[in-house]
């Protein structure tokens, strides 16, 4: 792959090279820690800085050219940073699960708690279609928008059977209420 000199959204003097078999940008060793973070770059155990490009970033530097030295991204949105906020979307999804058992485990299903449940729920589903909003390939916001659709059949499903169960209770007290002892 050719050096190029490339501006990865704020920093300056990107190397393009092949880490691992895959393209990266190799952050020049005197950028700053913190901001290479959020731009979606990685510490390598060398002590390098890179950042592995996406399928678009990666277009977008094919279609600069071979001629030129110096290729711009900044009008496309870092799939690093996207990636970032549809993880912290959904961990608070996650976050909300745990509340909904901790919720189960400590105050049971009954009539308030469950409102609660509910509320996290709904809470945890929105985080989730949040998250898969901001980026679609995210894993985890999958798996969690998946998770929080299967709690919701689960509990309504449980929910169902509590009904019925109780209704089936109640019509046999009202049929048996007349037997003795």
Same mark, same amino acid.
């Given at each position: 792959m050719n050096e190029k000199n490339i501006r990865y959204l704020e920093i300056k003097n990107c190397k393009l090279t092949e880490q691992y078999g895959r393209p990266a940008l190799l952050a020049p060793e005197d950028a700053d820690a913190?901001?290479?973070?959020?731009?979606? *770059?990685?510490?390598?155990? %060398?002590?390098? !800085? &890179?950042?592995?490009?996406t399928k678009s970033e990666q277009k977008e530097i094919e279609n600069a050219g071979q001629e030129q030295t110096e290729i711009v991204l900044t009008q496309i949105q870092s799939a690093a940073v996207s990636e970032k906020k549809s993880r912290i979307l959904a961990g608070g999804s996650a976050a909300l699960i745990?509340?909904?058992?901790l919720t189960i485990f400590f105050g049971g299903i009954t009539g308030g708690w469950l409102v609660l449940i509910l509320l996290f729920?709904?809470?945890?589903? &929105?985080?989730? &279609?949040?998250?898969? &909003?901001?980026?679609? %390939?995210? %894993? $985890?916001?999958?798996?969690?928008?998946? *998770?929080?659709? *299967?709690?919701?059949?689960?509990?309504?499903? !449980?929910?169902?059977?509590?009904?019925? $169960?109780?209704?089936?209770? %109640?019509?046999?007290?009202?049929?048996?209420?007349?037997?003795?002892?």
């Open positions: 913190d901001r290479l973070k959020w731009n979606g *770059f990685l510490k390598m155990p %060398d002590g390098k !800085w &890179i950042h592995f490009l745990a509340a909904i058992f729920l709904a809470g945890a589903l &929105i985080l989730s &279609i949040a998250a898969l &909003i901001n980026n679609r %390939d995210s %894993d $985890f916001a999958k798996y969690m928008l998946g *998770f929080s659709v *299967f709690l919701v059949i689960y509990l309504l499903l !449980w929910m169902f059977v509590i009904m019925t $169960f109780r209704s089936a209770c %109640d019509s046999c007290q009202e049929q048996c209420h007349h037997i003795p002892g």
